[in-house]
């Protein structure tokens, strides 16, 4: 048989689905792909059984269908103080996930290099890879997640097309504030690189901290690539919608290359999800909300069981520190990938092993999410005690 391509060997299968696909297979409370185990809001399926009989059910345009891309102009227009233009600054994708991938496609090319924040999201090491760039890492350093401000210069001093910036930030819960992003908007002027915004939680932030698109901020609209996603915000994962916005030269790249990858994305949920973006205010204070009371009863619950964890500013995600269950007997020389494995089988909870989403050679940190209902984290909590009961004994 002829070899598979040399690109397909540099990286491996998503270590989060992996564990998902494990997770089923023993019926664990799964709390490492984060998804939601509860209903999109009423409209949105309301709109979508209407669509199933008054379609459409052909191809939308291409680049997103004209009223999403409107409703997601004005949307994104009113979050960073500018007019959007639907037709030349919106393109639709198929999730977040194309998203990114079409946004590196249109800025890189083979060689090219690429500031990445390590802990990062895996989807963009294979981003990179697919795309022929060469990520260059800069730590985010526990327990705060900060940056070096010199660190991140020195980056910037090799060259890269773009740097990509996940805020908030998955897996650390990170939301960077204004001036962080100043510092790295001012940095991508002096160097001459393009920001590629990953921002599917702009709408899970939890006071006091709040979500800036870097998009707005003064000078910085012609360099910027905003990738985000409806999936998280309107807990639609699986109809996997998601948009770029950019100045208009960048998005006509950006439509070569989605639509050559997936002419584009499905015509009658992109129809449905149209509701949702054009939903008011009051929705996002309600989900606001409504993660914050997760996040705290979770967060609360594994303090209490004596699991320590850091508390996200923003996303559902919550890092668990193991150190403690490596130094004992039973687990001495593991990795937390079999770390992660056991707990499926032995625990009934499925977790991502934080080595997954980091450069440097960290192994004591497993992700879990909270994006469950309140049975379902409460149960969780419960199996979890039996793990904490370990420290005990
Ligand atoms: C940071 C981040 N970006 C992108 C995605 C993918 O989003 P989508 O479902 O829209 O492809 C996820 C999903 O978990 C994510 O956490």
């Known amino acids: 048989m002829p070899q ?79 007019q959007i233009d639907p037709d030349t600054q919106v393109v639709v994708t198929c999730g977040g ?134 999936s998280k915000t309107y807990s639609i994962t699986g109809w996997r919608l998601g948009y770029l916005i950019g100045p208009a030269q960048v998005m006509e790249g950006a439509k070569k290359v989605h639509d050559f990858l997936t002419v584009g994305a499905p015509a009658p949920l992109q129809e449905a999800a149209c509701v949702g973006v054009n939903f008011g205010e009051d929705y996002y204070k309600e989900l606001k909300a409504l993660y914050t009371r997760k996040r705290d009863f979770f967060c609360d619950g594994l303090e209490k069981i004596g699991l320590d964890c850091n508390r996200p500013q923003g996303s559902y995600f919550v890092l668990v520190d193991i150190s403690r269950f490596l130094a004992l007997e039973q687990f001495k020389g593991w990795s937390d990938l079999a770390f992660c494995e056991w707990m499926i089988g032995h625990i009934g909870v499925a977790a991502v092993p934080g080595s997954s989403f980091f450069k440097e050679d960290v192994n004591h940190l497993i992700r879990l999410h909270f994006a469950r209902s309140e049975e379902t984290l409460a149960e969780a909590l419960r199996r979890l005690e039996k793990l904490a009961a370990l420290l005990k004994d």
Do not use: W
């Open 4 to 82: 598979l391509s040399h690109r397909v060997s540099r990286f491996t299968d998503s270590v989060i689905r992996r564990m998902t696909r494990i997770s089923d297979a023993h019926g664990a409370i799964n709390l490492s792909q984060g998804f939601p185990d509860f209903d999109p809001p009423k409209p949105l399926m309301d709109a979508l059984a209407k669509v199933a009989y008054q379609g459409p059910h052909q191809y939308a345009v291409t680049y997103g269908a004209p009223n999403l891309c409107q409703a997601l102009a004005r949307k994104h227009g009113r979050a960073i103080g500018r």
């Open 97 to 230: 996930t194309e998203a990114m991938m079409s946004a590196v496609m249109t800025v890189c090319d083979p060689g090219d290099k690429v500031v990445v924040f390590s802990p990062f999201y895996e989807n963009y090491g294979a981003d990179a890879i697919l795309s022929g760039a060469e990520p260059i890492y800069v730590p985010l350093k526990p327990p705060a997640f900060d940056f070096d401000r010199q660190e991140l210069e020195d980056a910037f001093r090799q060259h890269p097309k773009a740097m990509i910036l996940c805020n908030p930030s998955n897996p650390t819960g990170k939301v960077f504030t204004r001036e962080e992003l100043t510092f790295i908007g001012e940095l991508a002027c002096r160097y001459d690189v393009f920001v590629i915004t990953d921002e599917v939680y702009e709408h899970i932030v939890f006071d006091p901290y709040q979500h800036i698109p870097m998009a707005g901020l003064p000078g910085l609209f012609d360099r910027v690539i905003t990738c985000s996603s409806l």
